[in-house]
C-alpha cells in the first residue's frame, strides 16, 4: 500500500449510529488532517494532528471525536450526527516544515446521514 | 477569518488554448500556496506549490506569485481534455502546515 489510504470509501449511517472512519498513510509523514468537503463551499478543516497530538480543532461539534494512535493512523469517531453532516470527509497527510510542503490526501468516505 | 478566493467558473476553453486560473487571499502572513487538482467523485492532488514571488514552471504549467497583491495565479498552456477538473487554490496559515482552500474553479477544456 502506498500513499494516504481512506475506509470505508461511502458510508450511510442513522443519527443514532455510531461508526469511525479511518485513515492510513504510508508516507512517513509526521502531520495529519480530517477535512470536511460539502458542495459549492471550500474544504474545511476540521482536526490537525502533529506528531501524534491534536494541535488544532476548528470548533467541530463534539458528535466529531478525532483519534491518532500513532503517526501513520488517524480515526474520526462519529455519533448522533445530523443530515447537514453529509459530505466528503477526507484525511490528509504531510511532512511538517516552515513552509510546509502540501497534503497528500486519501480518497475520502462519502458520508450519508439520513 | 483567512479567506480565499476563486472565481468558482465555470471557465471553459478550447483544446490547445491557454487556461488562466486565479486566487486572492487575504492573510499577508501566508507563505505557502498550492494548486490542486480534483476530479469530479476524486479527491484533490497537489500539482504545484510555490512560495516566493515570481514564475514557477512544470511542464505546461506556471504558478504565478505576487505577494504584494495577494494573488496566485495558475496558467494551463496547451490545454488538454484530461484538464478538465476542479482546480482548488490552498494557502498556508502562520504555521506553515495548515492550509486554507478557495471554493475551487471549475474547468472544462473542448475538444
Known amino acids: 500500500e502506498t500513499g494516504v489510504t481512506q475506509t470505508p470509501r461511502h458510508l450511510v449511517m442513522g443519527m443514532t449510529n455510531k461508526k469511525s472512519l479511518k485513515c492510513e498513510q504510508h508516507?512517513?509523514?509526521?502531520?495529519m488532517y480530517w477535512y470536511k468537503q460539502s458542495a459549492k463551499k471550500p474544504l474545511e478543516l476540521m482536526f490537525v494532528?502533529?506528531?501524534?497530538?491534536?494541535?488544532e480543532n476548528n470548533s467541530v461539534p463534539s458528535r466529531f471525536s478525532p483519534e491518532c494512535p500513532n503517526s501513520s493512523h488517524l480515526f474520526l469517531h462519529l455519533h448522533t450526527l445530523q443530515p447537514e453532516d453529509s459530505a466528503l470527509y477526507l484525511c490528509?497527510?504531510?511532512?511538517?516544515?516552515?513552509f510546509g510542503y502540501g497534503y497528500t490526501f486519501g480518497s475520502g468516505t462519502r458520508l450519508t446521514v439520513v | 477569518q483567512k479567506e480565499v478566493e476563486q472565481n468558482s467558473g465555470p471557465l471553459s476553453v478550447p483544446e490547445g488554448a491557454i487556461a488562466s486560473l486565479n486566487c486572492t487571499y487575504s492573510?499577508?502572513?501566508?507563505?505557502?500556496f498550492f494548486w490542486y487538482r480534483q476530479y469530479s467523485g476524486k479527491s484533490p492532488e497537489l500539482i504545484m506549490s510555490?512560495?516566493?514571488?515570481g514564475d514557477k514552471e512544470d511542464g505546461r504549467f506556471t504558478a504565478q506569485l505576487n505577494k504584494a497583491s495577494q494573488y496566485v495565479s495558475l496558467l494551463i498552456r496547451d490545454s488538454q481534455p484530461s484538464d478538465s477538473a476542479t482546480y482548488l487554490c490552498?494557502?498556508?496559515?502562520?504555521?506553515?502546515?495548515?492550509?486554507?482552500f478557495g471554493t475551487g474553479t471549475s474547468l472544462t477544456v473542448i475538444p
Open positions: 490528509a497527510s504531510s511532512q511538517e516544515g516552515r
Open positions: 508516507l512517513g509523514h509526521n502531520a
Open positions: 510555490i512560495y516566493s514571488n
Open positions: 490552498a494557502v498556508s496559515g502562520l504555521t506553515g502546515n495548515q492550509f486554507y
Open positions: 494532528y502533529s506528531l501524534e497530538e491534536r494541535v
Open positions: 492573510d499577508r502572513g501566508s507563505q505557502s
